[in-house]
């Protein structure tokens, strides 16, 4: 086809005989009357065409009137030529009103000069407007031979569609072009091409979806021409991974608040009103303001997430559910979202499950129990762990103890002890969301439960045994213990829980010691290694931890006796004086009477270097 028929005009003195014949008691303007585009005349919200013949048909569209001559557009437009049209000009101040003129006046201003002869140059920016102006005005060839509507759809098919471009421009110029663009099919056609392309040269993923310059041309689209195109790309078989890759630089860029990174959280109490300061370099969730035109990407966006857990990162994951929950998206999509998360939990870190609490900030109201003033929704967070141990139980992944959300939890109850409204109920039932064998080392869980105690000195001593019922001192490191052994927050029965459990690994580290075989044919570099001096060095090692076992029976002997005066002063503890006896004659302990902290400090720091040696041999 010759691109000149697709942008050129033709001469209409062709059409006269057929304009003629229909209304052939009226007068036509030829061509030859009219010089240029200089006969063109605006004035204010008028526009006018300057002929030897006096205009007799005035036009609205938006605030723009346009005086033409009806004739010339009967001529090529149907939809003039089927209104019924006043001889003179009516008390509105226009004979014809365009209502919702598809492309406004601008665009209307182009089809009347498309209709006097004048050059219209077709391109991307303006062939969709002129397209549906031209099917609103029924410009078809029973007007003309190749009308406005076939140069249209010429130019798009052979010039938009082929062409990444130009689709996009089509794309972007046909958001302010509903339902015409929809009912014309433009849209569909524009984001197929485009879907084409991408899935003909990033299939695989290998070349260029990795270099992602795509993903700056895709984010330019409103979100319902950008969700078409995803889905059609997995449609296509397109990787996951790169349609997250999509998805998530269209919500860094659309989406507040995705990839802003929290700021530092200050928790004080003042009359029993937490307050909450964000210390950052810009607003996050509880300073954005979010409307309907955020919710409706959000949830987009939810949509067309693909389900395979390696399309995106449980980081994304997390900052969409913090957007969702604050923007009120469907609740469906947010339990979908959660059940997402819960499969890739293992992947989060303590600052991606730091949700805020809701309940603290809509509406300005203030909450009604200490439980829900707290500054982060734990409930979700129960929710996360649910749905995790869900999948790992469906996928038979039975790993005995993830030490990645093992660590995650542990790292979240640390973080939550510094809230003032963190109640022991709350801290436990969180730390028991995971099972009893979970936690291969409960390291992390005791550090959580010094934060808590350090950050409520004043805590009774019956809510410091509640609290760490939950830690197994027997699952304590070497470090731990020993920390844990000096530390005056924990009750006395706690630390003496610690010492008990010390004394039971010593021995059994000593018993192991003195039942291991020697070899002898043990050779390293060529020279033996069981010789006269080792044998002697090994007693001499025994023989020392016997004695650092002797010590550690006074120490547990010493702290019993603490406990058992602290306890008779107390109601209840007949139980527990009784078990106390029972553990003290089941090792034939030696009570020597007090001895300073200070040694039995020194003596603990001493088993340190013991355990070490022991663990080498």
């Known amino acids: 086809m010759n691109l000149k028929s697709l942008t050129g005009i033709q001469n209409p003195e062709t059409?006269?005989?057929?304009?003629?014949?229909?209304?052939?008691?009226r007068?036509?303007?030829?061509?030859q009357f009219i010089t240029g585009e200089d006969?063109?005349?605006?004035?204010?919200?008028?526009?006018?065409?300057?002929?030897?013949?006096?205009?007799?048909?005035?036009?609205?569209?938006?605030?723009?009137t346009f005086n033409v001559h009806k004739y010339t557009l009967i001529?090529?437009?149907?939809?003039?030529?089927?209104?019924?049209?006043?001889?003179?000009?009516?008390?509105?101040g226009y004979d014809l009103k365009l209502e919702n003129f598809p492309g406004g006046s601008e665009t209307f201003e182009m089809v009347i000069k498309y209709c006097y002869g004048f050059p219209v140059d077709l391109n991307s920016s303006n062939v969709a407007s002129l397209r549906c102006a031209s099917e609103f005005l029924e410009m078809t060839e029973e007007f003309e031979d190749e009308n406005l509507i076939y140069?249209?759809?010429?130019?798009?098919?052979?010039?938009?569609?082929?062409?990444?471009?130009?689709?996009?421009?089509?794309?972007?110029?046909?958001?302010?072009l509903s339902p015409w663009a929809e009912n014309l099919q433009i849209v569909r056609r524009c984001c197929d091409s485009i879907a084409r392309k991408l899935s003909r040269e990033n299939i695989t993923g290998d070349t260029d979806c990795e270099d992602g310059w795509w993903l700056n041309d895709l984010t330019t689209l409103r979100i319902d021409y950008f969700t078409r195109i995803i889905t059609a790309v997995r449609a296509k078989g397109v990787k996951p991974e790169i349609i997250g890759q999509s998805i998530e630089h269209y919500a860094r860029k659309w989406a507040p608040g995705i990839g802003m990174e929290p700021g530092l959280e200050k928790y004080t109490q003042d009359k029993n009103v937490l307050q909450v300061s964000i210390v950052s370099g810009r607003k996050d969730e509880l300073g954005i303001e979010y409307n309907e035109e955020h919710k409706a990407i959000i949830e987009s966006l939810l949509s067309i997430l693909p389900p395979q857990r390696e399309a995106v990162s449980c980081k994304f994951l997390l900052q969409m559910l913090k957007m969702a929950r604050v923007c009120c998206a469907s609740a469906a999509l947010i339990s979908e979202l959660e059940k997402r998360i819960g499969m890739v939990l293992e992947d989060a870190n303590v600052i991606d499950i730091l949700i805020p609490n809701q309940t603290n900030n809509e509406h300005g109201n203030l909450p009604n129990t200490q439980e829900e003033r707290t500054m982060h929704d734990i409930e979700v967070v129960q929710r996360l762990l649910e749905y995790y141990s869900l999948f790992e139980q469906q996928q038979q992944q039975h790993r005995n103890g993830n030490s990645n959300v093992c660590k995650l939890i542990d790292n979240y109850l640390a973080e939550l002890?510094?809230?003032p409204n963190f109640s022991i109920t709350k801290f436990q039932t969180l730390a028991k969301s995971l099972s009893e064998n979970a936690r291969r080392c409960h390291d992390g869980l005791y550090r959580a439960i010094d934060t808590y105690l350090k950050t409520r000195p004043l805590l009774s001593e019956h809510d410091r045994r509640r609290l760490c019922k939950i830690m197994n001192c027997e699952k304590l490191s070497l470090d731990a213990g020993v920390h844990a052994a000096q530390n005056d927050r924990l009750p006395l029965r706690t630390i003496v829980q610690v010492l008990f459990s010390e004394q039971v690994k010593m021995r059994s580290a000593m018993q192991e010691k003195e039942k291991a075989p020697i070899s002898d044919n043990s050779v390293e570099d060529g020279n033996p290694l069981s010789t006269d001096r080792e044998i002697k060095n090994?007693?001499?090692?025994?023989?020392?931890?016997?004695?650092?076992?002797?010590?550690?029976?006074?120490?547990?002997?010493?702290?019993?006796?603490?406990?058992?005066?602290?306890?008779?002063?107390?109601?209840?503890?007949a139980g527990w004086v009784f078990g106390w006896k029972k553990i003290k004659n089941s090792f034939h302990?030696?009570?020597?009477?007090?001895?300073?902290?200070?040694?039995?400090s020194s003596r603990l720091s001493s088993r340190v270097s013991l355990r070490d040696r022991l663990s080498m041999t």
Request: glycine fraction near 2%; include cysteine; proline fraction near 3%.
């Open 15 to 25: 059409n006269l005989d057929r304009a003629e014949q229909v209304h052939d008691q």
């Open 27 to 31: 007068i036509v303007i030829p061509n």
């Open 39 to 64: 006969c063109i005349n605006r004035k204010d919200q008028a526009w006018f065409i300057t002929t030897q013949f006096p205009t007799d048909l005035i036009v609205q569209v938006q605030d723009i």
């Open 75 to 92: 001529s090529k437009c149907g939809y003039i030529g089927r209104m019924e049209l006043q001889s003179s000009t009516s008390t509105q």
């Open 151 to 176: 140069k249209t759809e010429s130019f798009l098919t052979f010039v938009v569609l082929p062409s990444w471009k130009e689709s996009l421009t089509v794309l972007r110029t046909c958001q302010s």
């Open 417 to 419: 002890a510094r809230d």
């Open 538 to 573: 090994l007693k001499e090692e025994l023989q020392s931890v016997k004695t650092q076992m002797a010590e550690l029976q006074r120490d547990y002997s010493e702290l019993q006796q603490e406990y058992e005066k602290l306890s008779n002063k107390q109601k209840n503890v």
């Open 589 to 600: 302990i030696r009570v020597d009477g007090d001895e300073p902290a200070q040694r039995r």
